[in-house]
């Protein structure tokens, strides 16, 4: 059975997150990524929706940017998932740094997006 492995970005990185997940499209990839992406403003009902969706899986990987620290939606989605009690790993995309991640990736380890760290992270779960 595939892992399930949310991906949390935020809006601006849709394009990272394209080439990202474009990568679980590979059949001998032995995991599968999912998102909640907000094309319109968020409301209750997609928090529902989104939290459900967290719950099945089986860890978050938060691609981590300028941009992230300032996404209400992936914040939103880290800190269900740290209450999930969910694994969650950080992955740099673009100019993504540790002097940008966001306080709520305090404590959890993030690094550089190769497809090792990625493949380390999820055959760890």
């Keep these: 059975m595939k892992k399930r492995i949310f991906v949390s970005f935020a809006m ?3 394009t990272s ?3 990202f997940c474009g990568q679980a499209k590979n059949t001998r990839v032995p995991y599968e990524f999912v998102d909640m992406s907000v094309k319109k403003p968020w409301d209750s009902s997609w928090k529902t929706n989104c939290k459900t969706r967290i ?3 089986d860890a978050m990987i938060v ?3 300028e941009n992230t620290r300032n996404a209400d ?4 989605e880290i800190n269900c998932a740290k209450e ?3 694994r969650v790993r950080g992955i ?6 540790i002097n940008n991640k966001p306080s709520e990736m305090y404590g959890i380890l993030s690094e550089a997006w190769t497809w090792e760290n990625v493949k380390n992270f999820i055959e760890s779960i």
């Excluded at 939606?73 to 939103?76: K, L, Q, R, S, T």
């Excluded at 740099?92 to 740094?97: A, L, Q």
């Design 12 to 14: 601006e990185d849709e």
């Design 17 to 19: 997150k394209l080439l």
């Design 55 to 57: 719950k099945g899986c």
């Design 63 to 65: 691609l981590i940017s």
């Design 73 to 76: 939606g992936a914040i939103w």
């Design 84 to 86: 999930l009690e969910l």
């Design 92 to 97: 740099y995309i673009k100019n993504g740094n």
